[in-house]
């Protein structure tokens, strides 16, 4: 196949004058800067000026969501450091409680802590539960009763919890 295609070339550019092999020297030669202009330099040159032109938008986008981030980690810490108390925390904990479908037959505030009294709750609901309002209350069991039901998973249960900070 090589060797055809290099006979036929051979013939057609035999068949040439000086001049018109001259020309189509050049004319190969042009042809190729153009096509290397648009295809490799053009595209890129047109690139670079979008990039020139967005750069200063992109930085000022980058300069804001680094603010944003450092004013978050800030907020983030002070947030943390808030456990609320007495009525504010017997309030978190009842809507804590609906939220994740537990009733609670009492719950009470006793000095700095919050008793909570459930009869017949879930006892992997209620550990669940537990977990999730030391996390986001920053509470901790002082004292908890729990009996176990017949029913296989249903426990009585008389916890009293306190923020972190109180011991």
């Known amino acids: 196949m090589k060797a055809q295609l290099a006979q036929t070339w051979a013939g057609f550019w035999e068949q ?12 190969g030669g042009v042809l190729a800067v153009v096509i290397a202009w648009s295809v490799l330099w053009a595209p890129a040159q047109e690139g670079r000026a979008r990039l020139r032109q967005s750069l200063p938008t992109l930085q000022r986008q980058l300069a804001q969501m680094t603010a944003q981030a450092n004013e978050a980690r800030q907020l983030s810490g002070a ?30 505030v006793i000095g700095n ?25 920053k509470v901790q069991v002082a004292e908890a009763h729990v009996t176990a039901l017949k029913e296989d998973g249903q426990v009585d249960v008389t916890a009293s919890l306190q923020p972190s900070t109180a011991k």
């Open 79 to 108: 947030a943390q450091g808030v456990a609320p108390t007495g009525g504010a925390l017997k309030d978190a904990l009842s809507a804590s409680l609906a939220d994740h479908g537990l009733a609670a037959t009492q719950v009470q």
């Open 113 to 137: 802590a919050v008793q909570v009294q459930m009869k017949n709750a879930s006892f992997p609901v209620w550990t669940g539960w537990v977990d999730d309002v030391r996390r986001q209350f």
């Open 16 to 27: 040439r004058t000086d001049r018109e092999k001259g020309l189509l020297t050049w004319g």
